[in-house]
């Protein structure tokens, strides 16, 4: 049975006070505190049916405050198979990182893991506040180990070919796992052929169902 949701009040307050929030700067409950202005990017609506979570803004997200605003997004657009006014429409399609600011760079000049601040304390509240989703997609392992805990000691990798393995049962999973969309995950794509050639249709599919029943206002 899906959840109730709440009164949209409630679900617009809880984002007014995520969008507005400086823990990890002020008071961060992980040390040591972000090493810039907070910037927290999301988008979310009471009637989206599908939600894309994803993993932290990067810095270009972080300039320009939109998400995926990079060739990462174009390629993840493409997989979706929607374009960008589709894939900005907070009624359409719901995209929540687990980490809502850009986190900064560690010694390498990698980006680090998301802030365990955001889900700590905002991501519970946020999806209480709405319907359940006809369609998850996660994208990374922080992702995943949220809405798929069950599989949080599983191999990123061994999530998602299982999914190619199993596929009558993803053509109806809740949630479906994918790679990063980031041009460093090349490798990896072209040595598993399998999620292009066998997921990515099946995630098409259910992203055009879902876009053709959405919620009612």
Known sequence: ?????????????????????????????????????????????????????GQAPGARVHASGRLFTDPSGDRLRSWLGVNEEVFYNADELAIVPMGFCFPGYDAKGSDLPPRRECKQTWHDDLFAGRASFDLILVIGRYARDYHLPEKKRENLTVTIQAQSENLEQTRQAPTIVLPHPSWRNTAWLKRNPWFETDLVPIIQTRIASALENPTPA
């Open 1 to 53: 049975m899906k959840a109730q949701p709440r009164a949209p009040e409630k679900l617009a307050t809880v984002m007014q006070k995520a969008r507005a929030c400086r823990i990890c700067r002020d008071e961060p409950a992980h040390l040591p505190a972000l090493p810039h202005e907070p910037r927290p990017v999301f988008q979310l609506s009471a009637r989206a049916r599908i939600l894309l979570a």
